[in-house]
């Protein structure tokens, strides 16, 4: 692990990657040493312990956009 990693804190309105759950999302809040985030495209906020989440790189955000417009156009829905 570089020393990037092991000294970066996730900040509000910033982007992690919880490592654990293996989803990108927004950070929302942090409260008592967890973080909420919410998927980029909306939805359900989750938490996670500081120690779950890594900074996302452009390609994991690119990558997690497109699958979220696939699932989409799968189920015919594409706006």
């Known amino acids: 692990?570089?020393?990037d990693e092991t000294t970066w804190q996730?900040?509000?309105g910033g982007t992690?990657?919880?490592v654990v759950r293996?989803?990108?999302?927004?950070v929302m809040d942090?409260?008592?040493g967890r973080y909420w985030l919410r998927p980029i495209g909306g939805g359900i906020e989750?938490?996670?312990p500081a120690?779950?989440?890594r900074p996302?790189?452009?390609a994991e955000l690119l990558a997690d956009a497109v699958a979220e417009v696939n699932e989409r156009s799968s189920k015919g829905a594409l706006m």
């Open 1 to 3: 692990m570089s020393t």
């Open 56 to 58: 996302v790189t452009t």
């Open 51 to 53: 120690a779950d989440l």
């Open 10 to 12: 996730p900040t509000v």
């Open 16 to 18: 992690a990657r919880d």
């Open 22 to 26: 293996k989803k990108v999302g927004r």
């Open 46 to 48: 989750w938490d996670a």
């Open 30 to 32: 942090r409260t008592y």
